[in-house]
């Protein structure tokens, strides 16, 4: 019912800046919560930035002031600006999107999904 995309990984230097994108299509109602997530080899997947439909965001607080998250409604897209990239920033990003779809088979109007893009990858070395 729903896919989601990502974009925009790649290598770059200590220091530098990606723009990472997610874009969601199929059939839904509406997009709740988005975030991103990442995941180091080795470690656990954490959350990274989270978004509400009406705008709110939440940082981890080991890119607080270095990445920003914002989302075009309009485009069902999301993105993540990340500046002054760290080596420790090096994984695979994630998108995750909270939908609401129709339902089927239930005296339920709607249904909430979770979905995960396929991950992109993001490398900050020298």
């Known amino acids: 019912q729903v896919q989601l995309v990502e974009s925009g990984g790649g290598l770059v230097q200590p220091g530098g800046s990606l723009r990472l994108s997610c874009t969601a299509s199929g059939t839904f109602v509406s997009i709740n919560a988005m975030g991103w997530y990442r995941q180091a080899p080795g470690k656990e997947r954490e959350l990274v930035a989270a978004?509400?439909?009406?705008?709110?965001?939440n940082y981890a607080d080991a890119v607080k002031g270095r990445f920003t998250i914002s989302r075009d409604n309009a485009k069902d897209t999301m993105y993540l600006q990340m500046n002054s990239l760290k080596p420790e920033d090096t994984a695979v990003y994630y998108c995750?999107?909270?939908?609401?779809?129709?339902?089927?088979?239930?005296?339920?109007?709607?249904?909430?999904?979770?979905?995960w893009g396929q991950g992109t990858l993001v490398t900050a070395s020298s």
């Open positions: 995750n999107a909270d939908c609401v779809v129709q339902a089927v088979g239930t005296f339920r109007r709607y249904s909430n999904l979770e979905v």
């Open positions: 978004i509400t439909r009406a705008g709110s965001t």
